[in-house]
Nanobody
Framework: QVQLVESGGGLVQPGGSLRLSCLAS????????AEWYRQAPGKERELVAS???????KYADSVKGRFIISRDSNKNTVYLQMTNLKPEDTAVYLC??????????????WGQGTQVSVSS
């Protein structure tokens, strides 16, 4: 089994920074695709950033230049560094990953989400 657990969310003032972490544990051989989504109340889930096994990175236009996605393969952890946060960044941030397990099965997994609130 595989679990994704996010951490690092919290309350921050506009202009502040946070770093989210997504730890993949269990029968993980490799993380093929890692993505951060966010969902604000009353809004659809939005893809914020993605990183694949070829290190191809994509960002939503709304976060370009402010967010950076990265990973530490040795720790099976994906990060989202968020800077210059704005009130409109307030949302639950969810980690999604396509993982190759040690049983040679590729499946999609979701974390439980971490709340990010940007307010003065």
């Amino acid at each position: 089994q595989v679990q994704l657990v996010e951490s690092g969310g919290g309350l921050v003032q506009p202009g502040g920074s946070l770093r989210l972490s997504c730890l993949a544990s269990g029968d993980v051989f490799s993380i093929n695709v890692a993505e951060w989504y966010r969902q604000a109340p009353g809004k659809e889930r939005e893809l914020v950033a993605s990183l694949n096994v070829r290190s191809i990175i994509k960002y939503a236009d709304s976060v370009k230049g402010r967010f950076i996605i990265s990973r530490d393969s040795n720790k099976n952890t994906v990060y989202l560094q968020m800077t210059n946060l704005k009130p409109e960044d307030t949302a639950v941030y969810l980690c999604h990953a396509q993982i190759l397990t040690t049983k040679w099965v590729t499946s999609d997994y979701w974390g439980q989400g971490t709340q990010v609130s940007v307010s003065s």
